[in-house]
Nanobody, 122 residues
């Protein structure tokens, strides 16, 4: 059974920084897409940043230039470095992986972490 576990959330003052981590455990063949999403109270879940197996990245306009996504393929982990945090960044942050379960199937399946709370407040 594949599981994703996020860590690194917490309370930070405006202008501060946090680093989120997400690790995959269990049995699988490979990971393609890795991404971070967030959901604020009363709002829909939105894309924050994504990174492909080749290292191509994409960011939401609201975080571009402040957040950096990276991945460690050897450790099956993805990171989100968040700088210059604003109150509007407050949300539950979720990681998402698209992974291939076995060598015998080319299908990629989505898996989500349980979420980690990020609160930006003075």
């Amino acid at each position: 059974q594949v599981q994703l576990e996020e860590s690194g959330g917490g309370l930070v003052q405006p202008g501060g920084s946090l680093r989120l981590s997400c690790a995959a455990s269990g049995s699988f063949f490979s990971i393609n897409f890795m991404g971070w999403y967030r959901q604020a109270p009363g709002k829909q879940r939105e894309l924050v940043a994504t990174i492909t197996s080749g290292g191509n990245t994409k960011y939401a306009d609201s975080v571009a230039g402040r957040f950096t996504i990276s991945r460690d393929n050897a450790e099956n982990m993805v990171y989100l470095e968040m700088n210059s945090l604003k109150p509007e960044d407050t949300a539950v942050y979720y990681c998402k992986f698209l992974l291939r379960r076995t060598i015998y199937s080319a299908t990629y399946y989505p898996y989500w972490g349980q979420g980690t709370q990020v609160t930006v407040s003075s």
